[in-house]
């Protein structure tokens, strides 16, 4: 990939539609760079280059880490356990800046979608947004993170592929993603609640963009999300979902050690070639193949398959007959999600009675196979609605598209 842009226009539309539509835009260093998103390491160099004594720098990593990642310090005045002159020199030269909120939409669900600006050094047209969305339920929060502006790659169905622009986000603009939540719900550890407990305890790497194809990001900010003497959301509590980059499905469970999920959609390769056109560089059996070798898979720690159902094109008994079959050998369950509608797509979700004959088939050959409810439709914040170039559509075009994403 390189720098220079080449978009293409028809990017995202049918079976002929490039796997990559664009090369990626560039990230510049802010003049005062946020500690979010660094290492131990990594901080403990940047205290080594403004003149902190070697003695002392693993004391002053040990603070900062607890006071960014388990008191949700937003400025060094509050760190109170480190001496004040020492704050002043941090203050000078780093913040603990996340990214921006600049639009909080509140579904009638409960679901919350964030919409967050992301500074980069160069100027302040060049921020680029992103969003983030918060899903409570009974027993548990769901974080849904994003780990692109858009998407290079250009599935047909997917309303974030057919954004134009695409940068890769730093490991702290992921974090960061996390730190805003908790921010937003004053989910800190000295939150007062009578039992204590967190409101986000799950992360899914299933917002905007393809996280295997910024595996080095991703990486470093899951490390910190799952630490468990700072934000500490255990692994099995992280899930990441691909489109299917094979070659870094290997390292995920190597380096990351999280839940895999495939956006698998369908079984075969001609139609998956035109639904998910990665498929054309990895088709479903080297993609089946890492999933039989993921690290770490077991019956309890087992691979989720997605399933987008798309009324006439993949949701057929022949289909669900056919995904039982090629998943035999691997430690799997199916989610299905019934597919969400956005303007100009060529698409229709499946019926209700369909989807439910589907599950039933795969449930009965031994599969777990929950259909996803849609969460915050009404905000645009269910799976694949998320597209933060949304924002700028005018207000009747954004009240038409909410009508149509909430019409079953
Ligand atoms: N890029 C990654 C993760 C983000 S997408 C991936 O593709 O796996 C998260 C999930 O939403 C994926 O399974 C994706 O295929 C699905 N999705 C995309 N568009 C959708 C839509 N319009 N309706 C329902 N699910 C969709
Ligand atoms: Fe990208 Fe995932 Fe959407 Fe495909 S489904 S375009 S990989 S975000």
Redo the contacts with the bound molecule.
């Keep these: 990939m390189t720098d220079t842009l080449t978009h293409s226009p028809e990017a995202g539309s049918g079976a002929g539609a490039p796997l990559e539509k664009t090369a990626l835009e560039t990230y510049v260093p802010l003049a005062k760079p946020s500690l979010v998103g660094l290492s131990r390491a990594e901080i403990s160099d940047a205290l080594g280059a403004i003149g902190v004594q070697p003695a002392q720098r693993k004391m002053r990593v040990q603070q900062l880490w607890h006071w960014i990642y388990v008191r949700g310090a937003q400025n060094f005045a509050d760190m109170t356990s480190i001496s004040k002159d020492m704050r002043a020199q941090l203050e000078t030269h780093f913040t603990v800046a996340r990214p921006e909120v600049v639009a909080e939409q509140i579904s009638n669900d409960g679901t919350r979608k964030w919409l967050l600006r992301l500074p980069s050094g160069d100027s302040i047209e060049k921020a680029h947004e992103v969003e983030c969305v918060y899903i409570p339920e009974t027993d548990r929060g769901t974080l849904c993170v994003s780990s692109q502006v858009g998407?290079t790659?250009t599935?047909s169905?997917?309303?974030?592929g057919t954004q134009r622009l695409v940068r890769n986000l730093t490991a702290g603009e992921i974090v960061g993603q996390i730190m805003v939540a908790r921010d937003r719900l004053n989910d800190w550890a000295d939150r007062e609640t009578p039992t204590g407990s967190r409101l986000v305890t799950n992360v899914v790497?299933?917002?905007m963009?393809?996280?295997l194809y910024n595996f080095e990001a991703v990486r470093d900010a899951l490390l910190i999300v799952s630490d468990n003497e700072g934000i500490g959301i255990s692994r099995r509590r992280i899930t990441l979902?691909?489109?299917g980059v094979v070659p870094n499905i290997a390292r995920t469970g190597d380096e990351i050690g999280v839940m895999l999920?495939i956006?698998l959609?369908a079984v075969r390769d001609e139609l998956r070639d035109e639904l998910v056109p990665l498929n054309r560089k990895y088709p479903i059996a080297e993609l089946l193949q890492a999933c039989r070798d993921y690290p770490g898979s077991s019956n309890a720690r087992r691979i989720t398959f997605?399933y987008?159902m798309l009324k006439g094109v993949n949701d057929s008994l022949d289909d669900a007959k056919l995904l039982v079959k090629m998943l035999k050998g691997i430690h799997a369950k199916i989610n299905l999600?019934?597919?969400?509608l956005?303007p100009g797509t060529r698409y229709e979700c499946s019926d209700w009675d369909q989807i439910e004959k589907f599950s039933e088939y795969i449930f009965n050959a031994g599969y777990s196979s929950p259909v996803r409810t849609p969460r915050g439709r009404d905000i645009l914040a269910?799976?694949?609605?998320l597209k933060s170039e949304t924002e700028k559509l005018s207000a009747r075009e954004r009240q038409a598209l909410r009508a149509m994403a909430m019409t079953d």
């Design positions: 998407c790659l599935c169905f997917c309303h974030t790497m299933m917002g963009g393809e996280p979902s691909t489109s999920a956006s959609h997605e987008v999600i019934p597919f969400n956005w269910a799976c694949g609605q």
